[in-house]
């Protein structure tokens, strides 16, 4: 009977023991969770300062939805709000979002490094639901870079804008630019994403010079549209390549533009739904014209994955 009596006492202490660690493990769950929501809305600017004609502009982001934009307006010259919802431990205490912002100038030069900061326990968890939209005075020439972990970022450039770079990274999400009539550009452009797709829309751009186009992705599809009616005193290089995943290429070109795409597929086709006025096999395609003008040259390769392409000359 004493014996019994030990092993019973036993398991009765082993019992409340678990008991007691499952009560401590729920607590610490509960306060390290992020339970607590709290609304975002900041805003910041660089205000107008005559004689400033030029951006060189970083920008770094943990979360969230980040879009780059242009205005016709120069009160102020750059702008950033930072809205939405974040979520926090019931523990946290503070601002979950910490915003840097750095401007300086120098002559005509204004230089701007931002960035967009979580919490420890927001980031861990992922559960934000932040947008950054960033607004360009269009009088400034930008040198543009986005550095981004989760979420997407996107880019809006139109009538009247000017842009001598652009770089827009992306470790786990979409990243996209839309560059539009109106836009001027002098320098490379680059677009890339880890995990995530990488799309580009380009529409009757006046480039300046000879400038180069990159499109990246490790896991991810490539999009591209290339709309060019008209030529311009400068020639484009564009490079698109995908680890694994697919690339799809629309072009539509004009008199006065020429292009030659190339392509290789690892594993995977190439697949061309319509080549009006190119010539060639499917893997080297060169438009009727090729290389008069503005010429256009592409080179298109992924891994594992097809590409796929619609091209057109008139």
């Not at 652009?166 to 839309?178: C, I």
């Not at 680059?190 to 799309?199: N, P, Q």
């Not at 090729?290 to 994955?305: E, K, W």
């Not at 590409?307 to 057109?312: P, V």
Request: hydrophobic share 40%.
């Amino acid at each position: 009977m004493t014996f019994k009596r030990a092993r019973e006492a036993a398991v009765s202490t082993l019992a409340v023991v678990l008991i007691v660690l499952v009560v401590i493990a729920v607590v610490a769950i509960i306060l390290v969770a992020p339970l607590k929501s709290v609304n975002v809305d900041e805003e910041v600017e660089v205000p107008y300062q005559e004689g400033l004609s030029s951006l060189q502009l970083s920008l770094k982001c943990d979360l969230g939805q980040v879009s780059v934009g242009f205005v016709n307006d120069t009160s102020p010259l750059v702008s950033m709000t930072v809205k939405g919802v974040a979520r926090q431990s019931l523990v946290t205490s503070g601002d979950p979002v910490r915003i840097v912002w750095d401007a300086s100038a120098a002559g005509p030069a204004l230089s701007l490094a931002a960035e967009v900061r979580m919490d420890t326990f927001s980031t861990s968890f992922g559960l934000q639901e932040i947008e950054i939209d960033m607004l360009i005075s269009d009088s400034l020439v930008s040198d543009i870079t986005v550095e981004h972990s989760v979420g997407a970022v996107r880019l809006y450039a139109g009538e009247g804008v000017s842009l001598s770079n652009l770089r827009l990274v992306q470790k786990t999400g979409e990243v996209a630019a839309s560059i539009g009539p109106g836009t001027t550009l002098s320098g490379d452009v680059s677009l890339e994403s880890t995990t995530g797709a990488a799309r580009l829309d380009w529409e009757d751009v006046d480039v300046e010079g000879d400038v180069a186009v990159d499109l990246h992705t490790t896991t991810g599809s490539v999009s591209l549209r290339m709309v060019q009616g008209h030529s311009a005193p400068g020639n484009v290089t564009l490079q698109a390549s995908a680890t694994t995943g697919g690339i799809q290429m629309e072009m539509d070109i004009e008199d006065g533009v020429s292009s030659r795409v190339s392509s290789s597929a690892s594993i995977g086709n190439v697949e061309v739904l319509n080549r009006q006025g190119f010539d060639g096999d499917d893997t080297l395609l060169s438009s009727s014209n090729y290389p008069a003008g503005m010429s256009v040259d592409v080179f298109l390769s992924t891994s594992t994955g097809g590409i796929t392409l619609d091209l057109s000359y008139t």
